[in-house]
């Protein structure tokens, strides 16, 4: 069924089984409410510590031999990740806001249980209460690929969502949710991956060419008809041909399961982005205009990212039984160019 377009526009900060390779979320779990801190009983590797970041916020930091990053507990936001000896991968702003109730501009922000203004188009907050809650840290432990795995859980509105962050040669993000509720449940999640990357002019996005997509600027809707409608049938149906470019705003929604690559010549590499159980692909980037609107993000910033996120929004959400659940996957590396 075909959804309205929402667009996503530059005030977003404003407040099956398991997922493969995390832990699964069964139906008998107790769930434990979002606070913020670090389980009871957590240890942390001498790879891994618990410290105030920006604004005072508590933030996980990863210092491992395959690779550093940075977790804040506020909306379990990675902020930061490069592999060792690499460049940083991840976009923040320097003007991103940590007061523990507003978003984080840029990183890893989880769209959740809603994405934009959600299916509807009268979704409050916009984006989700994921990206602005306080998350649970439950474990931290070392990974065989000389990395660091944690482990954050958030329960709220009968919903519980468990979230694995691996820090490493690649930054492996694990979701998966489960439907509290004694009712049928269609939530949208997002991994909203902003990419640092050296001139967003110069970058390609490859891996969506012939995949149809919403225009959520030019107010065009993705219908599910052919290319060419009939009178009458619905919104226009685009499809993506050959590479993303960039060379002005872009929010799009594309109905694409395929994994990216994204190239960054500046910075002689390619982002790669491996997505499981993730049928959207949202590629979204403000230009001058939308960034000069963001008191969070710099007026220059738009130029060094690009957000090429891996979600399941609009039609392809899912529907979430009770007692059961659903996951996703995303994988970000990087390659030489």
Request: net charge negative.
């Amino acid at each position: 069924m075909a959804h309205a377009a929402h667009r996503h526009t530059p005030d977003d900060t404003s407040g099956a089984s398991g997922a493969p390779g995390s832990t699964a979320l069964s139906a008998g779990a107790d769930p434990v409410p979002g606070t913020g801190q670090a389980g009871p009983s957590l240890s942390l590797p001498p790879t891994a510590a618990l410290t105030a970041g920006r604004g005072g916020q508590p933030r996980l930091l990863v210092d491992a031999p395959a690779g550093y990053g940075e977790v804040y507990l506020h909306g379990a936001t990675v902020t930061s990740w490069r592999p060792r000896g690499s460049k940083e991968v991840i976009f923040t702003s320097r003007q991103a806001v940590f007061d523990g109730r507003t978003a984080i501009r840029g990183g890893v922000p989880l769209c959740l249980p809603v994405f934009s203004d959600g299916i509807h188009g009268d979704a409050r907050p916009r984006h989700g209460w994921a990206r602005t809650s306080p998350w649970r840290l439950l474990s931290v432990s070392p990974t065989r690929e000389a990395g660091v795995r944690a482990l954050f859980l958030l329960s709220r509105d009968h919903l519980t969502a468990l979230y694995e962050v691996e820090v490493g040669h690649e930054l492996v993000l694990s979701l998966s949710l489960r439907n509290d509720a004694a009712s049928p449940r269609t939530v949208e999640a997002a991994l909203h991956t902003y990419l640092a990357v050296h001139d967003v002019t110069g970058t390609e996005v490859s891996g969506l060419d012939g995949a149809p997509f919403t225009d959520n600027l030019s107010g065009s809707v993705l219908s599910g008809l052919p290319e060419n409608p009939p009178p009458g049938a619905g919104g226009r149906h685009l499809l993506q041909r050959g590479p993303v470019t960039v060379s002005g705003p872009v929010d799009r929604i594309y109905r694409s399961e395929s994994d990216l690559r994204v190239s960054d010549p500046g910075h002689h590499r390619v982002i790669t982005v491996r997505k499981r159980n993730a049928a959207s692909t949202i590629v979204w980037n403000p230009w001058s205009t939308g960034s000069a609107a963001m008191p969070d993000m710099a007026d220059d910033e738009f130029a060094s990212m690009l957000c090429v996120e891996a979600g399941a929004v609009r039609q392809d959400a899912p529907t979430i039984m009770p007692g059961e659940s659903w996951s996703m996957r995303a994988v970000v590396g990087t390659e030489p160019a």
